[in-house]
Nanobody, 118 residues
Framework: VQLQAFGGGLVQPGGSLRLSCAAS????????MAWYRQTPGKPRGLVAS???????TYADSVKGRFTISRDNAKNTVYLQMNRLKPEDTAVHYC?????????????WGQGTQVTVSS
């Protein structure tokens, strides 16, 4: 299984970015997909998650500003980030639970840096 994340960058406060992450792997299906983020010296924390049925969960700090979605046909998860704040600056990682032959496996993508600064 591979997860390829795209879309990070530098944006001014109040701006928007859209992250995407495509999962690939023959014989696997993908259940939960999520975005986590991490800053130096702090543990990785959940930003948002979405089940394959579309149920979403958000960290309190991003509710009302971020939207997670997925395209099951493309095994791709998106994170639309609006009204970005400097405290959103972090390396963002995508995550999925991949299922094959009745077993679940956790996979992480490479991080993508999001920097919010004027």
């Amino acid at each position: 299984v591979q997860l390829q994340a795209f879309g990070g960058g530098l944006v001014q406060p109040g701006g928007s970015l859209r992250l995407s992450c495509a999962a690939s792997g023959s014989l696997f299906s993908f259940n939960d997909m999520a975005w986590y983020r991490q800053t130096p010296g702090k543990p990785r924390g959940l930003v948002a998650s979405i089940t394959n049925g579309g149920t979403t969960t958000y960290a309190d700090s991003v509710k009302g500003r971020f939207t997670i979605s997925r395209d099951n046909a493309k095994n791709t998860v998106y994170l639309q980030m609006n009204r970005l704040k400097p405290e959103d600056t972090a390396v963002h990682y995508c995550f999925t639970v991949a299922v094959a032959a009745g077993y679940d496996y956790d996979y992480w993508g490479q991080g993508t840096q999001v920097t919010v600064s004027s």
